[in-house]
């Protein structure tokens, strides 16, 4: 099971201009601190700020990153 107190959520930058792109990284960790690295499904979801953007392809590095 995840544990939230181990994982981590990053964003590149705090404010993304139009036009711009920023990387979202997940590192998940279980209640040992050992990597997650399969076998969960991760969706990032996004509100609309002062302008409107995307999210693109999601990708496991297999490494719990």
Do not use: E, P
Request: glycine share 12%; aromatic share 4%.
């Amino acid at each position: 099971a995840i544990s939230v107190a181990n994982s981590t959520f990053t964003i590149g930058n705090a404010v993304v201009q139009s036009g711009t792109t920023t990387t979202l990284s997940m590192s998940l960790k279980d209640n040992n601190n050992n990597a997650i690295t399969s076998g969960l499904t991760i969706t990032f979801n996004k509100s609309t700020g002062a302008s409107d953007g995307s999210i693109g392809a999601v990708s496991n590095l297999g490494s719990g990153n």
